[in-house]
């Protein structure tokens, strides 16, 4: 067991026992070697300026591990890591200034990349993956690495022709606009977060891939469906609050910058509660896309206060959160006792007012509606009528396609502020998203695509022997290379303009165009 001095050069243990760290963690500044025995963390964090050599037991509980150098560094040996932080200040990051892994590394908890270069070996399996600005990840070419929860990336993402396989059976999120090689999806709720590309899609059976009307891109390997590919409006993320608490799967809490949070669930309500001494809000674990979205919320009890708003950033200073002004640019429908609705609105630190809600009387439900420019406030005493506040063209210093958290607080007098909320819900609506496939286009048996809105542009072979929910979109046949139609499909409107492109429908397969929409075979040969 170790207790003393928390600093080493290099650290070797060869003992056939065990090594526990009891209260404090260690920084290394050379190399670790653990070769016999288990090495146990016990919760506590190492950093590492040096290489690590695994081939025992190493326990990281829920401690992190570091690496830290302005050096290449190297991964000896399979290792488990709880969270892993790539912190390396190499001055020219890159594959000859790495982190790199000799054999497949499992992280159960956090993978984030801070500052330089993680080089995934192949079989890698990670849960989160977190990319800063200064960070990079550059699989090792043609590598397979599986991921359990969400992606996140503000920095580099370098395909090197490799495969990231989405694999969980919870909600995962994908949010990454990197060109991406393969992008497989096992898991059964995985969704884009922002437009993706890759040079192949995959959506193996029992996947589901939600596109949230993003648009998708698959270059010359195609898009291959057994699973389900979804591109239909869709409820991105909500909350009943009937947990007993709050899912830490969807939201924060206050940190520790704060003097605490008094946020609780009780009878299937949220109570966000502000005192002198604790901040009452909470707010997404992501940002979500605003442009062409509906966020809603219902108010379960009308005697008190609170509010909700969107904001792209979140607090980073003791300034209490449930106060508007924390936010620079935000948009806020802000409760009052007696069940009138403020519209606050702050633009650079500049906070108005520009309308209020006539005084409700009942439990209601208040929503923020977006368009491609313009943002609707709007409450309802049903759930159904929709009566309007106030609306404006978007006018905050923030873009309406940036993405944006979502805050529910309480009133922004802290000693008084409490509110009482029930059924969150972010859906993305009205927009008309792509897909664009320059490769084949395949729904294989038990296989479903549902193509709502969506137009679909296919460069090589359509084949369908799953099923086909045509929508009200568009499939276009592009590109000059003949292309062939197997299985049968009901269409909307299926289109080949490209000038002298061959389009041949399978012997005996039967293609049917819905009544009042198009075919258009302009220009073209059909062989039938």
């Not at 009528?385 to 106030?390: D, L, P, Q």
Request: hydrophobic residues 35%; glycine residues 10%.
């Amino acid at each position: 067991s170790g207790c003393g001095s928390n600093s080493f050069n290099n650290l070797i243990h060869s003992g056939a026992g065990t090594i526990q760290l009891l209260t404090n963690g260690i920084d290394i500044n050379g190399s670790f070697t653990n070769s016999a025995g288990i090495f146990d963390c016990m919760n506590l964090s190492i950093s590492i300026a040096g290489n690590w050599t695994n081939s025992a037991t190493f326990t990281s509980n829920t401690g992190i591990v570091t690496f830290d150098a302005a050096a290449a560094q190297t991964i000896s040996g399979s290792t488990t890591w709880n969270n892993l932080t790539i912190d390396n200040t190499a001055a020219d990051p890159g594959d000859a200034a790495d982190v790199e892994p000799s054999s497949a590394q499992t992280v159960t908890g956090l993978l984030y990349i801070k500052d330089g270069q993680w080089t995934p070996y192949n079989g890698d399996s990670y849960k989160y993956v977190s990319i800063e600005v200064a960070g990079i990840i550059k699989p090792a070419s043609g590598s397979i690495i599986s991921v359990s929860g969400d992606w996140t990336n503000w920095g580099t993402f370098t395909n090197n022709s490799g495969t990231v396989n989405f694999s969980s059976s919870s909600t995962q999120e994908i949010t990454d606009t990197a060109a991406w090689g393969g992008l497989q999806v096992s898991g059964s709720n995985v969704n884009l977060n922002c437009t993706a590309s890759a040079t192949s899609v995959t959506v193996n059976s029992g996947g589901v891939l939600y596109t949230n009307l993003y648009d998708l891109t698959a270059g010359s390997g195609g898009i291959s469906v057994s699973g389900t590919l979804d591109a239909s409006p869709h409820v991105v993320m909500s909350d009943d609050f009937n947990n007993g608490s709050v899912d830490s799967n969807i939201w924060r809490t206050a940190n520790a910058l704060y003097s605490g949070s008094l946020v609780q669930e009780s009878a299937g309500v949220l109570k966000a509660i502000s005192t002198a001494s604790n901040s009452g809000f909470i707010y997404s674990k992501y940002p979500y896309r605003v442009k062409n979205a509906i966020y809603k919320i219902r108010v379960a009890q009308i005697s008190l206060d609170g509010g909700f708003k969107i904001s792209k950033t979140y607090g980073t200073s003791n300034w209490p959160q449930w106060d508007i002004y924390s936010e620079p640019n935000a948009y806020n429908m802000q409760l009052t006792t007696g069940g009138v609705v403020t519209v606050d609105k702050v633009k650079g630190g500049s906070r108005t007012n520009p309308a209020s809600s006539p005084a409700l009387t009942a439990p209601y439900w208040l929503r923020m509606r977006t368009t491609d420019s313009k943002i609707y406030f709007e409450y309802s005493t049903d759930d159904s009528t929709w009566n309007g506040i106030y609306n404006e063209t978007w006018d905050i210093n923030t873009a309406i396609t940036d993405l944006y958290y979502v805050f529910i607080t309480s009133y922004d007098t802290p000693t008084t502020g409490q509110g009482w909320f029930d059924d969150f819900s972010i859906a993305f609506q009205g927009t008309r998203s792509a897909i664009t496939d320059s490769g084949n286009f395949t729904v294989n048996s038990g296989g479903i695509v549902n193509n709502s809105t969506a137009s679909i542009t296919v460069g090589g072979n359509w084949a369908n022997s799953g099923t086909f929910t045509r929508g009200t979109g568009t499939v276009t046949f592009d590109s000059a290379s003949p292309s062939t139609i197997t299985g049968s499909t009901t269409f909307y409107n299926l289109s080949c303009v490209t000038p002298g492109k061959a389009l041949t429908f399978e012997a005996g397969s039967v293609q049917t165009i819905e009544a009042g929409a198009t075919w258009n075979f302009k220009g073209n040969e059909v062989g039938l």
